[in-house]
């Protein structure tokens, strides 16, 4: 940091507290979010934050400014000790100095009958956890419990709140909503998501297509994740294509992140992607997987999830992904039933256990013929395949008419 007088120091605090009385005088939100948006590390507020080390008694001059009312003051102090922390890279205390601010910054904003100040909300809600997670690391470094993220999502409900009601203020609860969703999936606590999508989803005062599009696109990432976590598969297909669907293609991190999840669904119905769309938002790790279920290589599957295996782990898709194994099966059994159709066509449908077993053992997998007969059964019973067992000469008989059924778009029956 360059040299800083005392005088420039002056004038760089008071130019700052000018425009937020400009703000809020003139209702103009978007300015008041710049100025709220602590982490953007914007020029103007890394040059506040060095002019507030230097000179150290900021209150003095919001009380000498005229231009403030002493609720604006005591409101707009904390905002201030939040910027100088952040610039000395103390993150716990400036995440207590922002809470401080956010809250009485709620209270003002629940006064105010219009939603001009929605976009600054929005800063608000979204500097909160951002300085949270900053808080909870430099916690976690110290040896100290990390609690600033689950305050946070508390601090989070509270401006759900504020929005869930009538009037046009409700057009704000989704974005939060995300907000809040981003922090439980930070803290492993999903299960607190529910009460939020319940509200969403059956509250009176919300009509999902009045939000705006990048909220709703978020909100079905978020929630279509939730559906993979719980198996199911054809509402997390339809929420997550709906939030692909709708992403600005010029957001390709953002498009990478749903087919992070959405792919390993596809899979799961029985839809495979092309090596391209793989290649151009590089999921090379679905490569492998893609091999597997074509050629219906068990080795090779089994190698995808071990090679990747923290990955998928982390992303909560690895036991999808596992359960691909009964499709790579079913695909053998169908190499196995096509190739006896070309040597023996009036044979085809009877395939010994034993032929089973030298097929997996080709692959490096050593299975007996009881193993092998318990997961024919398994095929069967979820309709992967159609046939039945002729149990004494250890042969599976496979059904004249569409043998292997294809899934449709459907997930492997329960």
């Not at 709220?36 to 020029?43: A, G, K, P, Q, R």
């Not at 089994?302 to 090679?307: H, K």
């Amino acid at each position: 940091m360059a040299y800083l007088s005392i005088g420039e120091s002056h004038r760089r605090i008071d130019d700052y507290l000018n425009r937020f009385s400009d703000s809020i005088s003139y209702e103009d939100g978007p300015s008041l979010k710049q100025l709220l948006s602590v982490s953007s590390n914007s020029s103007s507020l890394l040059s506040l934050g060095d002019a507030l080390n230097v000179f150290q008694d900021a209150n003095r001059l919001i009380k000498q400014s005229d231009r403030f009312t002493q609720q604006v003051g005591e409101i707009i102090a904390p905002l201030l000790r939040c910027i100088q922390n952040y610039r000395s890279g103390q993150f716990v205390d400036a995440y207590s100095s922002l809470e401080k601010f956010a809250n009485a910054f709620l209270q003002e904003f629940r006064s105010w009958e219009s939603a001009w100040a929605m976009e600054a909300l929005y800063a608000v809600a979204y500097e909160i956890r951002v300085l949270a997670e900053r808080a909870d690391r430099e916690l976690a470094s110290l040896g100290k419990n990390p609690e600033k993220l689950k305050a946070a999502g508390s601090f989070l409900m509270k401006v759900f709140g504020a929005l869930a009601g009538k009037g046009p203020k409700r057009i704000g609860a989704l974005y939060v909503t995300c907000q809040l969703f981003k922090v439980y999936f930070k803290l492993g606590t999903v299960h607190l998501c529910r009460s939020v999508i319940r509200s969403i989803e059956t509250g009176r005062n919300f009509d999902f297509e009045e939000f705006p599009v990048r909220d709703k696109v978020t909100y079905m990432y978020y929630t279509g994740r939730l559906e993979v976590y719980n198996e199911n598969f054809l509402a997390a297909d339809q929420k997550l294509t709906y939030a692909l669907s709708r992403c600005n293609p010029r957001s390709q991190m953002n498009i990478r992140m749903i087919l992070k999840y959405l792919i390993p669904v596809k899979f799961s119905i029985g839809i495979l992607p092309k090596r391209s769309l793989l290649e151009k938002y590089n999921l090379v790790e679905y490569f492998n997987v893609v091999q597997a279920l074509k050629k219906g290589d068990l080795r090779l599957l089994r190698r995808a999830l071990e090679d990747h295996e923290d990955r998928f782990l982390r992303s909560g898709v690895y036991l999808v992904l596992e359960k691909l194994e009964l499709q790579v099966y079913q695909r053998l059994m169908k190499k196995i039933y096509i190739i006896q159709k070309q040597r023996d066509p009036s044979r085809a449908h009877q395939v010994k256990l034993d032929v089973v077993v030298k097929a997996l053992k080709c692959l490096d997998i050593e299975m007996d013929v009881d193993e092998v007969e318990c997961i024919m059964a398994i095929l069967i019973y979820k309709n992967l395949m159609k046939g039945y067992f002729a149990h004494k000469s250890k042969v599976v008989v496979l059904s004249k008419q569409d043998p292997f059924p294809r899934l449709n778009g459907k997930p492997v029956s329960a």
